[in-house]
T-cell receptor, first 117, second 112 residues
Framework: DTGVSQNPRHKITKRGQNVTFRCDPISEHNRLYWYRQTLGQGPEFLTYFQNEAQLEKSRLLSDRFSAERPKGSFSTLEIQRTEQGDSAMYLC???????????????FGPGTRLTVL | GENVEQHPSTLSVQEGDSAVIKCTYS??????FPWYKQELGKRPQLIID?????GEKKDQRIAVTLNKTAKHFSLHITETQPEDSAVYFCAASLYNNNDMRFGAGTRLTVKP
């Protein structure tokens, strides 16, 4: 499968626990994005990496959230001390960066559905 | 920052009819406007996009129009088919900027 993959697909946790999600982008893509999507809403931008550098963070990303992309390939998103309001689908996307004349299409992964009890 | 509003939130049409979904954006610097289709339980997938140097773009049964002055853009689907039923999201960003803002989505139902 050459698309974006995410693991796990589903995660159920108790409030207060930490969770970590993984995203494997399309191999030649240097840009990686994390979004959160709740029922009936569009994806909300959380953060973005170009290679291993985290270049943008939304103010939605509280200090309980941290994302890494240590080698510029896969990325992890960790949520500490989870709250019920964190329940959502967490989507990862990757793109080739939209070089001159090239569409900056973001390809989405299947998402990780988080349920915080 | 950019704010994207999308209407309607739900749309039901008869097979063969046309469907139109409209979005407005707030940041006049935005110049890239993609549309994504998300089927139930699946990931969003790009179906068409437009850059601000173009007023209209067409791809078979789907077309997108852009009015930069009014800061709105629309998705048009003609000859709708049941398989067009999905949630459609518009988005706006600078072409190379990555803070893409999505609309809240339109649930399109095409009745056979």
């Amino acid at each position: 499968d050459t698309g974006v993959s995410q693991n796990p697909r589903h995660k159920i946790t108790k409030r207060g626990q930490n969770v970590t999600f993984r995203c494997d982008p399309i191999s030649e893509h240097n840009r990686l994005y994390w979004y959160r999507q709740t029922l009936g809403q569009g994806p909300e931008f959380l953060t973005y990496f170009q290679n291993e550098a985290q270049l943008e963070k939304s103010r939605l990303l509280s200090d309980r959230f941290s994302a890494e992309r240590p080698k510029g390939s896969f990325s992890t998103l960790e949520i500490q001390r989870t709250e019920q309001g964190d329940s959502a689908m967490y989507l990862c996307a990757s793109s080739s960066g939209g070089l001159a004349g090239e569409r900056n299409e973001q390809f989405f992964g299947p998402g990780t559905r988080l349920t915080v009890l | 920052g950019e704010n994207v509003e999308q209407h309607p939130s739900t749309l039901s049409v008869q097979e063969g009819d046309s469907a139109v979904i409209k979005c407005t954006y707030s940041d006049s610097a935005s110049n890239y406007f993609p549309w994504y289709k998300q089927e139930l339980g699946k990931r969003p997938q790009l179906i068409i996009d437009i850059r601000s140097n173009v007023g209209e773009k067409k791809d078979q049964r789907i077309a997108v129009t852009l009015n930069k002055t009014a800061k709105h853009f629309s998705l048009h689907i003609t000859e709708t088919q049941p398989e067009d039923s999905a949630v459609y999201f518009c988005a706006a960003s600078l072409y190379n900027n990555n803070d893409m803002r999505f609309g809240a989505g339109t649930r399109l139902t095409v009745k056979p």
